[in-house]
Nanobody, 117 residues
Framework: QVQLVESGGGLVQPGGSLNLSCVVS????????MGWYRQAPGKQRELVAA???????VYGDSTKGRVTIARENAKNTFYLRLNNLKPEDTGFYYC???????????WGQGTQVTVSS
């Protein structure tokens, strides 16, 4: 069973940067595609950035140009860095993995991020 656990959330000042980690239990090689999503209060979950089955990266409209994602298979960890934070970046951030063999989706429990001075 694959499990994803996010960490690194908290209170961040506007203009600052956010670094999140997602540790995958089980084999990360099973997860062909990885992504970060977020959900603000009262809003739908939206894409932050994710890799596609063609090995490319797609970005959310509100995060494009400010976000970097990376995976480190040796550490079973997936990363997110978001720069130039704005109050509207506040929300729960979720890590998602998709199994390459059957397309099953796995989600972490989320980590809260608050951007405020």
């Amino acid at each position: 069973q694959v499990q994803l656990v996010e960490s690194g959330g908290g209170l961040v000042q506007p203009g600052g940067s956010l670094n999140l980690s997602c540790v995958v239990s089980g084999s990360m090689f099973d997860l062909g595609r990885m992504g970060w999503y977020r959900q603000a209060p009262g809003k739908q979950r939206e894409l932050v950035a994710a890799t596609t089955n063609l090995g490319r990266t797609v970005y959310g409209d509100s995060t494009k140009g400010r976000v970097t994602i990376a995976r480190e298979n040796a550490k079973n960890t997936f990363y997110l860095r978001l720069n130039n934070l704005k109050p509207e970046d506040t929300g729960f951030y979720y890590c998602r993995g998709i199994a390459g063999c059957n397309g099953a989706k796995y989600w972490g429990q989320g980590t809260q991020v608050t951007v405020s001075s």
